[in-house]
């Protein structure tokens, strides 16, 4: 069964580094979406993309963070300049049609000390 | 805005025995989407089942079914013969079909289930 991956599993980074978590969608799927969930708390909507362009964005997701779709299998989260508070998983995942339900990732955990 | 809530943290249930977990939303809309997702300890979402809302029959999935009860803006998950590998949290979650392109999910804040043996 096709499946998203994501890389790496675990980033353990300074506060104020940048980080950049990477993905790999189903490739014959259109619809990239970033979640995010800080340990314990809910999964929380971030960003979606399409068509190469962001379709929304939640309020978390602010100058500090950035997607991008460099080539035409890769699916990128850059976090700027990370704050602890940005620690948590950080899942993608993909859809042919967002109404059927996605395809999660297995999520890259995020770890900012 | 939409909501989600799920109001029990935690259950427990005996293995092969029948478990259900509630999910109460809030939406102004006709038309929308459900879903049930899965955690297990390795952390992946897996989605479990999936309800259109402007269908009357509830979907079913093996040994999971959902009760919708698009009045009460209920949707509850029946896990029947419950097994070991059941154990995980699970997410309610909702998708409003005029997202359009966005098709974003909003997350009920999730029961963790524990089957004992």
């Known amino acids: 069964e096709p499946e998203v991956t994501q890389t790496p599993s675990h980033q353990v980074t300074q506060m104020g580094q940048e980080v950049i978590l990477r993905c790999v969608p189903i490739s014959n799927h259109l619809y990239f979406y970033w979640y995010r969930q800080i340990l314990g708390q809910k999964v929380e909507f971030l960003v979606s993309?399409?068509?190469?362009?962001?379709?929304?964005k939640s309020e978390i997701f602010d100058d500090q963070f950035s997607v991008e779709r460099p080539d035409g299998s890769n699916f990128t989260l850059k976090i700027r300049s990370t704050k602890l508070e940005d620690s948590a998983m950080y899942f993608c995942?993909?859809?042919?049609?967002?109404?059927?339900?996605?395809?999660f990732g297995s999520g890259t955990r995020l770890t900012v000390v | 805005a939409q909501t989600v809530t799920q109001s029990q943290p935690e259950m427990s249930v005996q293995e092969a025995e029948t478990v259900t977990l509630s999910c109460t939303y809030d939406t102004s809309e006709s038309n929308y989407y459900l879903f049930w997702y899965k955690q297990p300890p390795s952390r992946q979402m897996i989605l479990v089942i999936r309800q259109e809302a402007y269908k009357q029959q509830n979907a079913t999935e093996n040994r999971f079914s959902v009760n919708f009860q698009k009045a009460a803006k209920s949707f509850s998950l029946k896990i029947s013969d419950s097994q070991l590998g059941d154990t995980a949290m699970y997410f309610c979650a909702f998708m409003n079909v005029l997202g359009g392109a966005t098709n974003k999910l909003i997350f009920g804040t999730g029961t963790l289930l524990a089957v004992q043996p």
């Open positions: 995942a993909s859809s042919t049609e967002g109404r059927r339900g996605y395809t």
């Open positions: 993309f399409y068509n190469n362009e962001i379709s929304e």
